[in-house]
C-alpha cells in the first residue's frame, strides 16, 4: 500500500495535502463539501493581533491562469479565532496550523503568544510575506535579518513550531531561507503569492483597489518549483511548498523539487473538491512514477 | 446548500445586444433555488467561475433560464457553447430575495441592464403569490432591451432606454414617480442606479442586489466584501449576499 | 486619425510595437510571413563578443499560460550579426535595435563598440538580465553597482542610445531601475524573463536541460505591469514594455502603466503574426478607450 | 514556403491504444507539403503549438491524414476534436526526406511508435516511384501497433513488439537482418532507436527524422537545436530537419 503519511515537526501529516492559507478561511465552507478530516492538514487563513477588515474592493482579479489578490489579511483578530474558529476545526481529525501575521514585530509576537493558549492548534505558519500589508509586512519579507529578528522573536513566544513562509519577491531566496533557518524555523513554506497588477482598460485605472496585489495559481509553478528546488539544497528544515498546485501530478512535482508536504490555495476556488480529489489521485500517481510513499519522492529531482 | 452540479445545457440563443439566453437542465438546482440566488460557473481555460444569477427555472422540466451579457472572455466562451454540451457549476449560490408573503400588496421591481434577469424569476414567483408588479427596466439602448414581453405578462412594465431609443427616456430613477403607489420594491442593476434608488426610496422597504468580483464564491476568501452601515463590519456578497436589505450596507 | 508614431532616444518609431529580442532571431524566418517594414523596430537576438553555441536542448518547456526557455545565448558573435544580419534588416523600412550581452564587462564593451561600425542600428538593448549566462549576466542584473557599472561601461563605448533591460528577479526593480538611469541609461527595457523550473516527472529530473529556464508568456504580465508601474514614476527615461503581451489591449496595459513602445515575444511562437495585427488593431483600441494617439495613453493609468 | 492555414477536420478515430488518426483538409498543404515535413499544431489553451508530421496527402481529394498519440495536454486536446471543426497550423514545415530518383533501389523504412507516421508518406511516394519497399515497424505492445495493412500493400513489413505480443519480439534492430539487402534506409522514431540503427547500418546511406522541443517552429528561437558532427555547429530540427542525414548529426 502507498504510503501518504509524513512527520514534520509538530505534525503527523495522513497525507501531505492541505488548503492553504487565506483560500481556505477557517474551513466552515468547505465543510459542507466534503468532511475536513480527510485533509492532511488545515492552515488557517492570516490571524492578526486585533479584528481587521482589509483593503478596500476589488479585492481579486483574473489573470491569464492566475489571479491577483489584495484582501489585506481580513480577519476577526487572534482572540476570537481561538474562540470561535479553532474549535470548530478542532472537531476534525486534521492537523491545524494557524498562520501569524502583524505589522509590527510586538503584533507578531501578540498573535504567536496567544495560540500557546490552546492545544488545538499544531504548527505555527509565519507568514512574513504577505504584500499587501503596508506598514512593514513586506519589509519582514524581504531583508533578511528582519526575517531572521520576527522569526526569532515568534519561536520565543511560542511553544509551536514555526514553518516561516517565504516571499518569492527577492533577488535571493535561499539567503531568506538560511537566514531563518539559522534563526531558528522549524520549516518553511512557500512560495507566497508574486506581486503584479492589472489595469482595468475602461476605468484607466489599477483593477485591485490596493493597486498592486498577490499573483496566485498555475502561472506562478514555474517559480514555486525553481525556488524550492534551491533552498532544498541548502537548508535542512523541511518545506512546505505551494504556488499553482491544481492536481496529484504537481503534487509530485513539488515532492521531487524538495517540498515534504504541499499546500493548495487558488485552485479550490475553481474547485472545491480539489484538495481531496488530489488525495484519492495521489497514491497511483506516486505508484506510475515508481513511488511506493510520499516520503520515497522527496527531493528526488535535485540533480 | 451549494453543490458542485453539472448541468445540460438544452438551448441558447441571442436574444439581445451582445445578450444569450441559456437553458440547461439540473433537477438539484431547479428544485431548490429561490430568486435572486446565482450559479458560479466555471469557464474553460478561466481561472475563476463567473456568478451569473438564475433568471427562470420551471421545475417540471428541471430547467434553469440564465440570461448574460457578453463582456469579457468568460461570458464570450460561454456563449459558444451548444445545446447537449454541459456546465460546471457551483449553486445554489447566495441569499436571495426574502419575500414577505402575509398580506397583499403592490411590488416594484427596479432592473438595470444584466441586473435584469434575477428580477424575472423574482417577479414570477411573486406573481404566483397573487401580489400585483410593476417593472422598470432600464437598458442602454434599444438593440439591448430583453424580456419586455415577459414582464408585461406579469404586470405594468416601463422600458428605459439611455439614448431614448426605446421606451421612456433616461435613467430608471426617472419613471419611478410614473410608476405609482407600490409597497415595497427590489432592485438589481449598476452600483450607481442602486446609489440613486435606495436615496429616493429611502423611507421604502426595499432589497437590492450586487455585484463584486469574486474568488472562491462560497464565502472562504473574503474577495467579495461589502461594508455595512452598522459600524465598520463586512459582509460577503456571495454568501451573506447578494441581496441586501437597502439600508443595511453602504455603497 | 489615430497616431501610433512615438518619439524615443535614437527611435523614431512609426508605431510602438517590435518583436523581442530572441524570439525573432535577426527576422529572416518572419519576413517570409510579413512585410518587417510594418514594425516599429525590431529587436535582435543578443549579440556577444564571440560565437556562443548555448545550451543543451531540451531547452524550452511548456507552462500554464507561458514557457520557460534557456536558449543561452546562441548566436553567431557580434561580427558576423554587423556582416550578415544586420544589412538584411537594413531592407526594411523599421528602425533596429541591437540586444548586447555578454559574460564580463570587457565583453559588453566590446559587443557594444563592434556596433559603432554599422548606421544601420538605431539603439542598444542591454541585456544585463539574462538568466541562462552563468557567468555573471545574472550578476549585472540583479546588482544596482554592477548593472550602473556595465551601463557606464557600454555608453561610454557606444554612440547609440542605451535602453537597459532589467530583470524582474528582484527584491526592489525601482533601485535598479534608478542606478541604470543614473548611470547614463536612455532607457529601460521591462521585463526580461522570471526565473522557473519544471520537473519533467517520467525523467524526474528538470525538463531544461539547464535545469532553470526564464519564464515569459501571459503568465508574467501581471508582474511586468506592476514593475513598469512602480518604475515610471521613480524616472524618467522611457520604458519599452514587455511580457506577456498577445493582442492590442494588451499593449494599451502597458501603455497605460507607463511603457512607452512594448516588445512582443512569446506570442510570436503561436501566431507569426501577431505583431502586424497588433499594429492594425491597435488604433482602434486606442479610440475604443478614448485616446488618439499612442503617446496620449503613456502613464494614464498611474494615479 | 511555410504559411498559416486553416484545415478543415474532416475525420477522427481512434486506431490503436491512445492513437489518433484525423484527415483534415487543405488545399495549400495538400498541394505542397512533401514526405517528412510536419505541420506546426495550434492548439486551444496552451502556449506553444505541437509539431505532428503528415502521415499521407490525397491530392485529389486535398487532405492530410495526421497520426498522433497522446502523451499530454496538448494531444489530448487535439483527440476532442470533431470533424466540422477546424484547426490552425503553420505548415508544411522543415525538409523532408530526401529522395534518389535514379536508379532502382531498394529501400528499408523503420519506424518506432508514433515514429512511423512519416514514413507512411514516404513508403507511398516511393511506391509510386517504383522503388521497392521493407518496412520494419517497432511498436511497445500489440494494442499500440497501426498501418500494419497500408505498410503491407507497400511491400514487405515486420511488426516488432517490445513484449512480443505481436509479430516479432524484441526491437526494430533485433529485424533488420531478416530484412534482407536494401540499398538506402529511412528511419524515424525514439533517439535511443536512432541511435542503435545509425550505429548499426553506418555503412548504408540513410536519413532519421528528429525530434525536440520547439518553441516557434520556423527556425528563430532556437529552441531545437541539435550538434553536427563537422565541428561544433548546431542545425535547428524545425527548419534544418527534422530530417539530416544519417552521420549529419550527432544523437
Ligand atoms: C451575484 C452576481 C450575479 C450576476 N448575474 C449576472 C447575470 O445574471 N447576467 C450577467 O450577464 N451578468 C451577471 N453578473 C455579472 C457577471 O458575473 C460578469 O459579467 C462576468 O463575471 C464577466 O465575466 P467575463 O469573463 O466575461 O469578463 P471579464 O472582465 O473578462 O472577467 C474578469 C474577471 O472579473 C470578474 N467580473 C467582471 N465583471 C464582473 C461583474 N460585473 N461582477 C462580478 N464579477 C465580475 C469575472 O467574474 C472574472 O473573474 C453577476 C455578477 C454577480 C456578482
Ligand atoms: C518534427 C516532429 C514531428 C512529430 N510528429 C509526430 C506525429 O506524427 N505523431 C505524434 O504522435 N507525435 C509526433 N511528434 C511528437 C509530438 O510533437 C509530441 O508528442 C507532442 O508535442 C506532445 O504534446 P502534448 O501536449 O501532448 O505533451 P506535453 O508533454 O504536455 O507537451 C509539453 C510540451 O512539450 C513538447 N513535447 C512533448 N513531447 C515532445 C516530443 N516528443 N517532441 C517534441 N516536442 C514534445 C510539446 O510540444 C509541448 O510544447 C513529433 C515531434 C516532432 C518534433
Ligand atoms: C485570496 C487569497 C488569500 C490569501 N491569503 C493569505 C493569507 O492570509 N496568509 C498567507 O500566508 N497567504 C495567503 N495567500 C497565499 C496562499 O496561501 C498561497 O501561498 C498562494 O496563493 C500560492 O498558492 P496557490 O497558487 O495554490 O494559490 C492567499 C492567497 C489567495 C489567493
Ligand atoms: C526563446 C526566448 C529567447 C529569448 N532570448 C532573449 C535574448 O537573447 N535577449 C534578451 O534580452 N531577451 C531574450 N528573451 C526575453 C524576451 O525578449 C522577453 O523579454 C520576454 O520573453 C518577455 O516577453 P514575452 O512574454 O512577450 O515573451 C527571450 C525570450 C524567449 C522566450
Ligand atoms: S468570493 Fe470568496 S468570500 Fe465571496
Ligand atoms: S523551434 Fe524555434 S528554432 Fe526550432
Redesign the interface.
Known sequence: MTNLAINLPGLELKNPIMPASGCFAFGREYSEFYDLSKLGAVIMKAATGTERFGNPTPRVAETASGMLNAIGLQNPGVEKIIEKEVPFLGQYDTSIIANVAGSTLEEYEKVAAAFNQTDQVHALELNISCPNVKEGGIQFGTDPSMAAKVTETVKNASQLPVYVKLSPNVTNIVEMAKAVELAGADGLSMINTITGMQIHLPTKKPLIANKTGGLSGPAIKPVAIRMIYEVKQHVSIPIIGMGGISNAEDVLEFLLAGASAVAVGTANFSNPFVCPEIIDALPETLNRYGFDSVEDAIGKGIM | ??K?ETMLIKFVEQIALDTIEMVVENAYISKTAIPGQFLHV?V??????RPISIADINREKETITLLFKIVGS?TAKLATLKPGMSMDV?GPSGNGFQIVDKEPSTILLIGGGIGVPPLYYLGKTLAEKNKEIISILGFQTEKSVFYEEKFSSLGRTYIVTNDGSYGETGFVTDVIEKAGQFDRYYSCGPVPMLKAITAKLVDKPGMISLE????????????????TDSN???KKIC?DGPVFHAQEVSL
Do not use: N
Open positions: 446548500m451549494i458542485k466555471a474553460d481555460g478561466q481561472t475563476l467561475r468568460g457551483l463584486e468580483r469574486m474568488g472562491c464564491g462560497v464565502g472562504a476568501c473574503m474577495a467579495c466584501v461589502i461594508p465598520g463590519g463586512y454568501s
